[in-house]
C-alpha cells in the first residue's frame, strides 16, 4: 500500500512539471534561407535591425517565377545592399550631412523628363509601389551617401567638416608620364581616309546564255562613273549595280594606311582629292570605283593641349578607386551580423587597380 502511494504521488509530480516547449532556432547556427523567420531578424548593422519582412517587400515584385536557388541569390544580394545602405546612412546621420533641397528637386524633375512628363513619372511611382515622397527620400539618402563618400575619398570638398583620406590630385610629373606613356596611341592620330565604293563584277554583266567578261564590264563601269561625275549618287548606283553594296550603299568607313581593305581601294583613298570619282580600277572579278569624301590627316596632340584632360582622368579614376576604399572602411568598422556579408560586402568594396 505504501508502495502503490509513493508511485502515484511519483506520477503527480511529474504530471504536474510545466511542459518546456523545444528551444527556439538560433539564426546564427541556421543556413541562411529566405524562407525562415519570417518576421525574424534578417541582418543587424551596429545596433538597427533589418528584418526579413522589409527584404521579402523590396524583392517581391522581382521574385515571381524564380525557382529556389535563383530566389535564395536574389535575397542575398538584396540583403547585402541593404546592409550596405544602412551602413552609409548611418554615417551620413553622424555628420548631419544636409543637401539643398533644389538639388534633390532638379533630380526628380529630369526624372519626370526622362518618363515623359507628369503622367509617366505617376506611372512609373505605381509600378516601382511607392510613393513621390518616399522616392524623394530615397533620393536623399542616396545624394548624402554619394556626397560623404567623395568628400571622404578627396573629391568634393564640405567646407573644414572633414579631412579628405586620399591624395587624388596628380602631380605635373605624374600628368608627364602618363602623356609620354600613351604618346603613341592615346596621343597621335594616323592619317585615315573615309572611303566608298563599289564593284562591277564579271557575273552582274552575265546572262543566261553568255558568260560575263570584263569587256562587258568596263563600258559598265565607265558609265556609272559618268554618271557620277555628273552628280549621281554614289550610295543609290552602288544599291542598283553592286549586290554586296545592297545595304551598306557603297560606305566602307574611315580606313588607315594599315587597313585590311583592298589596297587597289586604299591607295586612291589616299591620293585623289576629296570627293573625286576614280576612274575604274580593274581587279580579278571586274572593276572597282572608288570615292573619298574626306580625310584626317596624321597629328600628335601637344602636351599643352592634352595635360589637361590627362589630369581629369588621373583624378577621376583616383576618386573612384578612393570611393571604394572609402566604402569598405566604414563596412570595416561596423558590427553587421551575420558576418558573412560582412566578409563578402569588404570583398566586393575591393577598389579595382589602378591604370598605368
Known sequence: MKTLIAVTLLVTGLCAQPVQPPPAPNPATQKARPDLFESGVAAMVNREVITVAEV??????????????????????HLSRMILDRVMDQATERLQLTLNPSHILAHIEQTKENLGGEEGYRKWLIERGTTAQDY?????????????VRAFAGGQSIGDRLRPEHSVEPTAREIRQYYERHLEGEFSAVAKAEIWYMAVTLASVASRVEPGTKEK?????????????TGADFATLAKRYDVLSSDTGGYAGWHDAKSTLNPLILEPGFNAKIDE????????????IVKVSARKEARTVPFSEAQTGIRKQIKDERVQRAMSAVRQRIVREAYIWPAAFKRRLILALRPPPAAR
Open 56 to 77: 521579402r517587400d523590396v524583392i517581391r515584385g522581382k521574385a515571381a517565377g524564380l525557382k529556389p536557388p535563383q530566389r535564395e541569390q536574389l535575397y542575398q544580394d
Open 136 to 148: 524623394q527620400t530615397d533620393i536623399t539618402k542616396q545624394s548624402q551617401r554619394h556626397l560623404y
Open 217 to 229: 564590264a568596263l563600258p559598265r563601269a565607265k558609265q556609272i562613273v559618268a554618271e557620277l561625275r
Open 277 to 288: 570619282i576614280s576612274d575604274p580600277i580593274e581587279f580579278r572579278r571586274g572593276y572597282l
